[in-house]
Structures are given as structure tokens and as C-alpha cells.
């Protein structure tokens, strides 16, 4: 069946850096576009950033310069590299797999920034 798992999550001072990682496994993963999104308490979930099969990349302007989404189609993974983490960056991170008739989320890894 599929699964997505993350892993990489935690707490960290501002200014700090974490790197998120997903494992992906029962579907075939290099035709998926790969996205992390996140949900603050309180908040809906929002796009952090995306890749495509190409490795086209997107990122919610709040992030960009300072994450960097990646992918290795060999082993089925999807990583984000944050750097400069703010305390607003503070949210469960989830990894997603879509394409079109598909989207499929990982339980979620949670993110504490602290100031």
C-alpha cells in the first residue's frame, strides 16, 4: 500500500536548521510531483514547496531563499532543507504525493521553532 513516512522534525532555536525527510513506497514515485505543506495550529494547511518529476521546484514565497526541497527518484525520497528557521515556521510538516486521480499524505512531523 502506500506510505509516505517523514522523519527529521524537532525543536530548534531560531535561526536554526532541520532537515525533513520522506520515504515513499507503494507507488511509482518519479512520475509524482512531491510536496512538503504545514499546519500551524489554529491555521489551514498551506504549501511549503514542491517538486516535480522534472524536478521543477515551487515555494511559498514566506520560505524561499531559505528552504530547499529536493528529491531522489532512485530512492523514492523527498527532502526539505530549512535554514534560518523562524519561530512562524513553528507547524506539522507533511510530505504529499499527487498527480492527476491521486494524492496521498504522510502522518506528519512536527516543527518547533523557538525565539
Known amino acids: 500500500q502506500v506510505q509516505l513516512v517523514e522523519s527529521g522534525g524537532g525543536l530548534v532555536q531560531a535561526g536554526g536548521s532541520l532537515r525533513l525527510s520522506c520515504a515513499a513506497s507503494g507507488f511509482i514515485f518519479s512520475i509524482y510531483t512531491m510536496g512538503w505543506y504545514r499546519q500551524a495550529p489554529g491555521n489551514q494547511r498551506e504549501l511549503v514547496a514542491t517538486?516535480?518529476?522534472?524536478?521543477?521546484?515551487n515555494y511559498t514565497d514566506s520560505v524561499k531563499g531559505r528552504f530547499t526541497i529536493s528529491r531522489d527518484n532512485a530512492k523514492k525520497m523527498v527532502y526539505l532543507q530549512m535554514n534560518s528557521l523562524e519561530p512562524e515556521d513553528t507547524a506539522v510538516y507533511y510530505c504529499?504525493?499527487?498527480?492527476?486521480?491521486?494524492?496521498?499524505w504522510g502522518q506528519g512531523t512536527q516543527v518547533t521553532v523557538s525565539s
Open positions: 504529499n504525493a499527487r498527480r492527476v486521480g491521486a494524492n496521498y
Open positions: 517538486t516535480t518529476p522534472g524536478s521543477s521546484t
